[in-house]
């Protein structure tokens, strides 16, 4: 499904992921009772070490590059009533991404779309990324149709994923001093590009692919294979960073890029079987310079 707007795509807000499902009471509840959001996971898992050459480094936008405005998000629940930190927000997201994990499972029937559609429906038949956090907080029911519409308004007003980590300019910046090219390849909604360019972050990527635009979404390998062209770069020498098992991970190696999972908080839910990475500066440790510096 897409945005029937007209705006300029440099100047609009941004999306974000979808799931879907029939009977959302149920799978709420099933996905929040597998993701064991509560306790931290084991996050540091057996990964053989790297062995591949990288030459190109690939970036999801949202929670990535960019990432949820939380204590923004704390003060319009607040305003409803509703009292929550923005760490119990950030752990209540992982309830969300555990939820498109297991939608787009390989015994699942692939949804018609997963770009970036917030919201529940006209007839709630899906449960939201952001439905499935505001449950996973225990969010009053009289009180979670008006929390998710303020925040709708607000991110159409101004994308609520706008923070930008204290450590992610220095390392894009050393990454591109060590030699590697940069990219980012987002399920958007036509506008992180101005995004992205607004928030002084634009400068450096040598290309940004946006699904919108493209016409392909991730998991599929076509929006990497995309970034690739135009860089003039090769899968077997680039690699991807993302924050969604099903969506960055999967859809990176069905394109044959090597994969590392972005899991702020160490609780990503489920069993994960690539590099994860608490931030972005963390990536330094692995990728060693490719120029004479």
Same mark, same amino acid.
């Given at each position: 499904?897409?945005?029937?707007?007209? %705006?300029?795509?440099?100047?609009?807000?941004?999306?974000?992921?979808?799931?879907?499902?029939?009977?959302?009471? #149920?799978?709420?509840?099933?996905?929040?009772?597998?993701?064991?959001?509560? !306790?931290?996971?084991?996050?540091?898992?057996?990964?053989?070490?790297? /062995?591949? &050459?990288?030459?190109?480094?690939?970036?999801?936008? @949202?929670?990535?590059?960019?990432? =949820?405005?939380?204590?923004?998000?704390?003060?319009?629940?607040?305003? $409803? *009533?509703?009292?929550? /930190?923005?760490?119990?927000?950030?752990?209540?997201?992982?309830?969300?991404?555990?939820?498109?994990?297991?939608?787009?499972? &390989?015994?699942?029937?692939? &949804?018609?779309?997963?770009? +970036?559609? =917030?919201? &529940?429906?006209?007839? +709630?038949?899906?449960? !939201?990324?952001?439905?499935?956090?505001? $449950?996973?907080?225990?969010?009053?029911?009289?009180?979670?149709?008006?929390?998710?519409?303020?925040?709708?308004?607000?991110?159409?007003?101004?994308?609520?994923?706008?923070?930008?980590?204290?450590?992610?300019?220095?390392?894009?910046?050393?990454?591109?001093?060590?030699?590697?090219?940069?990219?980012?390849? !987002?399920?958007?909604? @036509?506008?992180?590009? *101005?995004?992205?360019?607004?928030?002084?972050?634009?400068?450096? #990527?040598?290309?940004?692919?946006?699904? $919108?635009?493209?016409?392909?979404?991730?998991?599929?390998?076509?929006?990497?294979?995309? %970034?690739?062209?135009?860089?003039? %770069? $090769?899968?077997?020498?680039?690699?991807?960073? *993302?924050?969604? #098992?099903?969506?960055?991970?999967? +859809?990176?190696?069905?394109?044959?890029?090597?994969?590392? =999972?972005?899991?702020?908080? *160490?609780?990503?839910?489920?069993?994960?079987?690539?590099?994860?990475? @608490?931030?972005?500066?963390?990536?330094?440790?692995?990728?060693?310079?490719?120029?004479?510096?």
């Amino acid at each position: 499904m897409r945005s029937s707007s007209n %705006a300029d795509p440099r100047t609009a807000v941004c999306r974000r992921p979808v799931i879907r499902r029939t009977s959302p009471s #149920f799978y709420v509840a099933a996905v929040l009772a597998e993701a064991k959001v509560d !306790s931290p996971a084991a996050n540091l898992h057996d990964v053989p070490s790297m /062995t591949r &050459p990288i030459r190109t480094v690939l970036f999801d936008a @949202g929670n990535t590059i960019v990432h =949820l405005d939380y204590p923004f998000i704390s003060n319009v629940l607040a305003e $409803h *009533g509703c009292r929550r /930190t923005p760490m119990e927000i950030r752990i209540a997201e992982y309830g969300a991404k555990a939820a498109i994990d297991r939608e787009l499972a &390989p015994e699942v029937s692939t &949804p018609e779309s997963v770009e +970036g559609l =917030l919201w &529940p429906n006209q007839d +709630g038949a899906r449960p !939201s990324y952001f439905a499935v956090a505001v $449950h996973n907080l225990k969010i009053p029911g009289s009180a979670v149709e008006p929390v998710l519409a303020a925040l709708r308004q607000h991110n159409e007003e101004d994308c609520l994923w706008r923070v930008i980590a204290d450590d992610t300019v220095d390392a894009l910046t050393e990454l591109r001093r060590r030699g590697y090219s940069l990219g980012v390849v !987002s399920n958007a909604d @036509g506008r992180i590009e *101005g995004d992205l360019e607004r928030r002084g972050l634009y400068r450096y #990527f040598a290309t940004v692919v946006d699904s $919108h635009v493209v016409g392909v979404e991730k998991p599929a390998p076509g929006i990497f294979e995309i %970034a690739l062209e135009r860089m003039g %770069a $090769h899968p077997e020498e680039a690699m991807y960073v *993302g924050d969604v #098992f099903a969506i960055d991970v999967v +859809g990176a190696r069905r394109a044959g890029l090597e994969a590392v =999972l972005l899991d702020t908080l *160490g609780r990503y839910p489920g069993k994960i079987d690539c590099r994860c990475i @608490g931030k972005l500066s963390d990536l330094l440790d692995m990728l060693p310079a490719i120029v004479k510096i």
